[in-house]
């Protein structure tokens, strides 16, 4: 396969697997091998590392980086550009999803395709996020407060963390923007503490708020998000990546609950036997208070 003397000749993904297609068997066989992941796993490659991507190809890295020298393009962060872009414009709207859905209607493959599609995304949970979620969780332990945003579908996953987090640690705080007051709630930031910012495409104008303010104030970052290159992963100083995948219109919250339960479990085990005892504090005040119906006696 001759090479390009720019990346310019791949305007597109499709050109390049086309291209790639056309001249596949030109290729070494270590660069077949490569290839062929990417063409199989084009999902894969905006949201996970290149050591990642060569692992999973059983190539080596510097194998990914020649490859893309030999495409013509000037390292592997030029030959991903393309696979973000495409990831990027792959956004359906969701009427549009909304009729495939509706076109399904009484198909017995409706429940599988979800638990198949949220079992795939629990398990690129697990193979991905495992260092992610330990640097965020120093990032928010270290924290004098932490602070957590994360706003319209994600406003589900915020609050979980917020709600678990606070059990065992009162200097926790969830930025709702009720009643037009978020400025008001970014006044509070600062340099000291710590915001972990969730949202995935598209991404919501007000989480960009939140971080904007985050590092004017000094805050560090954690963003939880569905690419390492969306717009709060490009300001944070640690990113958590989920899969949103989903055979239904809207996009898949699973992933999200599961990465902050277990980022709240790590900060557990972190903060130790202070973490237990606040606990068991919260959990008798509660119990105190009436927030939960008796147990009846046998």
Same mark, same amino acid.
Request: glycine share 6%; aromatic share 8%.
């Given at each position: 396969?001759?090479?390009n003397?720019?990346?310019?000749?791949?305007?597109?993904?499709?050109?390049?697997?086309?291209?790639?297609?056309?001249?596949f068997s030109?290729?070494?066989? !270590?660069?077949?091998?490569?290839?062929r992941?990417l063409?199989d796993h084009?999902?894969? +490659?905006?949201?996970s590392?290149?050591?990642?991507?060569?692992?999973?190809?059983?190539?080596?890295?510097?194998?990914?980086?020649?490859?893309? !020298?030999?495409?013509?393009?000037?390292?592997? !962060? %030029?030959?991903r550009?393309?696979?973000?872009?495409?990831?990027r414009?792959?956004?359906?709207?969701?009427?549009s999803?909304a =009729?495939?859905?509706?076109?399904?209607?009484? %198909?017995s493959?409706?429940?599988?395709?979800?638990?198949?599609?949220?079992?795939?995304?629990?398990?690129?949970?697990?193979?991905?996020?495992?260092?992610?979620?330990?640097n965020?969780?120093?990032?928010?332990?270290?924290?004098?407060?932490?602070h957590?945003?994360?706003?319209?579908?994600?406003?589900?996953?915020?609050?979980?963390?917020h709600?678990?987090?606070?059990?065992?640690?009162k200097?926790v705080?969830l930025v709702?923007?009720?009643a037009?007051?978020?400025?008001?709630?970014?006044?509070?930031?600062?340099?000291?503490d710590?915001?972990?910012?969730?949202?995935f495409?598209?991404?919501?104008?007000? +989480?960009?708020?939140?971080?904007?303010?985050?590092?004017?104030?000094?805050c560090?970052?954690?963003?939880?998000?569905?690419?390492?290159?969306?717009?709060?992963a490009?300001?944070?100083?640690c990113?958590?990546?989920?899969s949103?995948d989903?055979?239904?219109?809207?996009?898949?919250?699973?992933?999200?609950?599961?990465?902050?339960?277990?980022?709240v =479990?790590?900060l557990?085990?972190? =903060?130790g036997?202070?973490? +237990?005892?606040?606990?068991?504090?919260? =959990?008798?005040?509660?119990?105190s208070?009436?927030?939960?119906?008796?147990?009846?006696?046998?």
């Amino acid at each position: 396969m001759p090479s390009n003397s720019t990346s310019s000749a791949f305007h597109t993904l499709a050109d390049f697997q086309a291209h790639c297609r056309a001249h596949f068997s030109e290729l070494s066989a !270590q660069y077949q091998q490569s290839v062929r992941y990417l063409m199989d796993h084009p999902q894969e +490659v905006p949201i996970s590392s290149m050591r990642t991507i060569a692992g999973r190809a059983k190539v080596q890295p510097a194998t990914l980086v020649r490859l893309a !020298q030999h495409l013509g393009f000037d390292g592997w !962060q %030029s030959l991903r550009a393309l696979f973000v872009d495409d990831f990027r414009g792959a956004h359906q709207p969701y009427a549009s999803r909304a =009729e495939t859905v509706v076109r399904k209607r009484g %198909s017995s493959r409706l429940l599988d395709d979800m638990v198949q599609a949220q079992h795939q995304n629990l398990e690129t949970l697990r193979v991905e996020a495992l260092e992610g979620l330990a640097n965020a969780a120093e990032m928010l332990g270290d924290a004098q407060n932490v602070h957590v945003a994360g706003f319209r579908a994600c406003f589900p996953v915020a609050f979980s963390f917020h709600y678990l987090y606070r059990l065992f640690r009162k200097s926790v705080h969830l930025v709702r923007g009720d009643a037009g007051a978020l400025e008001m709630e970014l006044r509070a930031f600062d340099r000291q503490d710590a915001v972990l910012a969730i949202s995935f495409a598209p991404y919501s104008q007000e +989480v960009l708020r939140v971080v904007e303010a985050a590092r004017a104030a000094g805050c560090r970052v954690v963003a939880l998000t569905d690419s390492s290159v969306s717009p709060l992963a490009l300001q944070a100083d640690c990113t958590v990546l989920f899969s949103v995948d989903s055979p239904s219109f809207f996009p898949s919250i699973t992933a999200g609950v599961a990465a902050v339960e277990a980022l709240v =479990e790590q900060l557990l085990a972190r =903060e130790g036997k202070g973490a +237990v005892k606040a606990l068991e504090a919260a =959990e008798g005040q509660l119990h105190s208070m009436g927030a939960y119906v008796p147990a009846r006696r046998r």
